[in-house]
T-cell receptor
Framework: AQSVTQLGSHVSVSEGALVLLRCNYS??????LFWYVQYPNQGLQLLLK??????LVKGINGFEAEFKKSETSFHLTKPSAHMSDAAEYFC?????????????FGTGTRLTIIP | DTAVSQTPKYLVTQMGNDKSIKCEQN?????MYWYKQDSKKFLKIMFS???????INETVPNRFSPKSPDKAHLNLHINSLELGDSAVYFC????????????????FGPGTRLTVT
């Protein structure tokens, strides 16, 4: 079974600083990888996805992630943090075939922005 | 226009009761899911339906019974509620992704916070 590991359950950065949220995956086949964001008391919103088209993936709100097969990583970055980025971030891997797909999530990273 | 909607948003009930959560998607997707998010924010899949057919059942107690009257709806009925059922339940949907580049992402509803007292 495929899995993802998010290093750091809590990350704090100053406003304007670089955001780096770490995700490592375990997969025996080329993975489909996703980053979702969850704002307080809301559902999950897709930030970006990796589907093997390009290793550097750009998402919404200025976020991007780079797929590194040699490191089995898919870390999420943003050059300059904004107060509105404070949320819970989830890395996920999709497994299964036609009509049998499911997302397996990491344990999440809570991002706090320091004014 | 809401893509994936759930009702109710909050549900407070007592142990032993039976309750239902409804989910609707207007994206024309073929597959719908139920996920459970526990108090530590951990998300785990419970069920998936593809064109009204149950595909995934992740060892969920049989007190939980999903029902899909049509492709756009997936409801979750829970019998004999227990304290441990307290969680946030998310509905999601996706288009069949096999062989299509760029697909497989799932769109989530706003969640239903279930509190069992």
């Amino acid at each position: 079974a495929q899995s993802v590991t998010q290093l750091g359950s809590h990350v704090s950065v100053s406003e304007g600083a670089l955001v780096l949220l770490r995700c490592n995956y375990s997969s025996s086949v080329p993975p489909y990888l996703f980053w979702y964001v969850q704002y307080p008391n809301q559902g999950l919103q897709l930030l970006l996805k990796y589907t093997s088209a390009a290793t550097l993936v750009k998402g919404i709100n200025g976020f991007e992630a780079e797929f590194k097969k040699s490191e089995t990583s898919f870390h999420l970055t943003k050059p300059s943090a904004h107060m509105s980025d404070a949320a819970e971030y989830f890395c996920a891997v999709s497994e299964g075939g036609f009509g049998n797909e499911k997302l397996t999530f990491g344990t999440g990273t809570r991002l706090t922005i320091i004014p | 226009d809401t893509a994936v909607s759930q009702t109710p948003k909050y549900l407070v009930t007592q142990m032993g009761n039976d309750k239902s959560i409804k989910c609707e998607q207007n994206l024309g997707h073929d597959t719908m899911y139920w996920y459970k998010q526990d108090s530590k924010k951990f998300l785990k899949i419970m069920f998936s339906y593809n064109n009204k057919e149950l595909i995934i059942n992740e060892t969920v107690p049989n007190r939980f019974s999903p029902k899909s009257p049509d492709k756009a709806h997936l409801n979750l009925h829970i019998n004999s509620l227990e304290l441990g059922d307290s969680a946030v339940y998310f509905c999601a949907s996706s288009q069949d992704g096999w062989g299509r580049q760029g697909s497989r992402e799932q769109y989530f509803g706003p969640g239903t916070r279930l509190t069992v007292t």
